[in-house]
């Protein structure tokens, strides 16, 4: 009998990954007993962890579909099942909780979506919705976001925020900075095109002289990709992007809508100065009464230049919430 199984098999990434390395090293020296399924893709070396770890190969039409035969064995032998970003279709554990990883879900009417995506989105927006009854305990990475499923789904259980940690950064304020600025990720609804406006608009007065762009350079509008001052980069291991940030005049996103502030915490504490969408992930992070505001073709945005401005609860480290999430499992902390 498992004390909890984890479900990490939805290919994780980036946040994912993190909280899946974080939850193996934890766990690797805890007395409970769990079980860790992960995505073969995820690249976990499986000896590193002293924790049961299975890999879990699911092609693409099964994971839409909810298909969890790989589930079925597990039925019954787990005090608690913890699904990272999967709807719950059929309960596992004598308790259930789901970690609401992607807020696209529940944004549909908020943000700019690829068509692909968009249909997507819409499926699992209506899984979610069939099967919200199905947990015993959501969480997800902000207020908002849980705010955002309750809506959408109309589900009234109990909830809980478990925050994203961010990089451990150095804190060499001697760092030579660049004239540049950096926005990450080139998906539709992170707004490219108005990160460039706002580079366009505000980047002389503010010593901004290039705009770097990391991401799929086909996403990136005609106008940016012409445009001199522009440079774009390929994806890139985490460790040559820190030091590309390190350098950075200012970090800007430009977001419609993020399910949490990590990314944009780890932009201005990196960068040290940040130019942000005003949305409620970034807010609950950021102390905006002394920041500045513009607006830009219609939308206003805060600009961030010291870093006493970032509360104190985005510092929450990954141990904190671990044992935070184990005391409502009423099971033990280390």
């Not at 150095?170 to 490219?192: N, Q, S, V």
């Not at 012409?226 to 890139?236: A, E, G, H, L, M």
């Not at 920041?291 to 141990?319: F, H, T």
């Amino acid at each position: 009998m498992y004390d909890i199984i984890f479900d990490f098999s939805s290919s994780p990434v980036r946040g994912g990954l993190r909280r899946l390395v974080a939850y193996l090293e934890y766990f690797s020296v805890s007395s409970i007993r769990a079980l860790f399924l992960v995505n073969p893709n995820a690249g976990i070396d499986r000896e590193k962890y002293n924790v049961e770890i299975e890999a879990i190969t699911q092609s693409v039409a099964k994971n839409a579909l909810l298909c969890s035969d790989y589930l079925e064995k597990y039925r019954g032998k787990t005090r608690w099942f913890f699904s990272y970003g999967i709807p719950i279709a059929r309960p596992i554990g004598k308790f259930n909780w789901l970690h609401i990883s992607n807020v696209l879900p529940f944004s549909l009417g908020q943000c700019s979506l690829e068509i692909e995506l968009f249909f997507k989105m819409i499926i699992r927006s209506a899984q979610y919705s069939l099967y919200s009854k199905k947990a015993d305990m959501v969480s997800a990475e902000s207020k908002n976001s849980i705010l955002l499923y309750k809506r959408s789904t109309g589900y009234c259980g109990p909830t809980s925020v478990l925050y994203n940690s961010t990089l451990s950064v150095p804190k060499d304020a001697k760092t030579e900075k660049g004239d540049y600025a950096i926005a990450l990720g080139t998906t539709k609804y992170k707004r490219i095109d108005s990160t460039y406006d706002v580079f366009r608009a505000y980047g002389a007065e503010m010593g901004i002289h290039e705009l770097w762009i990391v991401g799929n350079a086909r996403k990136v509008g005609r106008s940016a990709r012409s445009d001199p001052r522009v440079r774009i980069i390929d994806f890139i291991p985490e460790v040559e992007l820190v030091s590309i940030l390190s350098r950075a005049l200012y970090f800007i996103s430009t977001a419609e809508v993020e399910n949490s502030s990590t990314a944009a915490l780890e932009g201005l504490l990196i960068t040290k100065r940040a130019i942000l969408s005003m949305i409620p992930p970034v807010l609950e992070m950021i102390d905006v009464t002394q920041a500045m505001n513009l607006i830009c073709k219609g939308r206003e945005y805060i600009v961030i230049n010291e870093e006493s401005q970032v509360k104190d609860i985005a510092y929450i480290p990954w141990r904190q919430g671990i044992e935070e999430m184990l005391t409502k499992m009423q099971l033990p902390i280390i």
